[in-house]
């Protein structure tokens, strides 16, 4: 229901002019934070090569 709503006012308030000079700018800044936030999140580390249960090498291991 709220999803409704939110549609509507949207589509009558989208063309007003104090709801579109402000939702320009909001919407850039926005833009660019996001960029921003995902070149300074680190990256995950790559997984090993190896499964896990190959990492401890031994004599009877079926990895060795």
Do not use: Q, W
Request: glycine share 4%.
């Amino acid at each position: 229901m709220y999803d409704l709503i939110v549609l509507v006012v949207n589509r009558l308030t989208v063309h007003h002019p104090f709801v579109n000079s402000a939702a320009g700018p909001v919407h850039g800044a926005a833009y660019l934070a996001v960029i921003a936030l995902a070149l300074l999140v680190p990256t995950a580390p790559a997984a090993p090569a190896t499964p896990p249960s190959c990492r401890e090498s031994v004599a009877t291991s079926p990895c060795a």
